[in-house]
């Protein structure tokens, strides 16, 4: 099982994969391994190739609350009805819109 990296509040997060558990932990910029300390699960943690593209492009927005972003089909995205999946070009184009690049 691979621990889907995501951001959340302008921080780099992956939740724990065992079933019932729902811990999260932070990440490291390319963290590779996982330990969550809720239920002690370890796993390897899945990173968007693009992760530092997306990183670059969320750090312009000045409100850390609104630097978040979720790989396509996250099921945390899908449960609250986030956004998910969005390309740089994506968040670029929101960055726009909102006047904050």
């Known amino acids: 099982m691979f621990a889907r990296a995501y951001i959340n509040h302008g921080r780099w997060i992956a939740g724990c994969e065992r079933r019932y558990c729902n811990g999260a ?8 391994q996982i330990h969550c300390a809720s239920c ?16 670059e492009v969320l750090q312009e927005r000045p ?22 999946g969005q390309s740089v070009a994506d968040l670029v ?6 006047g904050t690049a």
Do not use: K, M
Not at 25 to 32: A, G, I, N, S, T
Not at 93 to 98: D, R, S
């Open 63 to 84: 409100v850390p609350h609104t630097r978040n972003w979720f790989p396509s089909g996250h099921e945390l995205a899908l449960r609250s009805g986030c956004l998910h």
């Open 93 to 98: 184009a929101e960055n726009h819109e909102y």
């Open 40 to 55: 002690h699960w370890e796993g390897f943690v899945q990173w968007p190739p693009d992760a530092d593209a997306i990183w």
């Open 25 to 32: 932990e932070r990440l490291e910029p390319r963290q590779v």
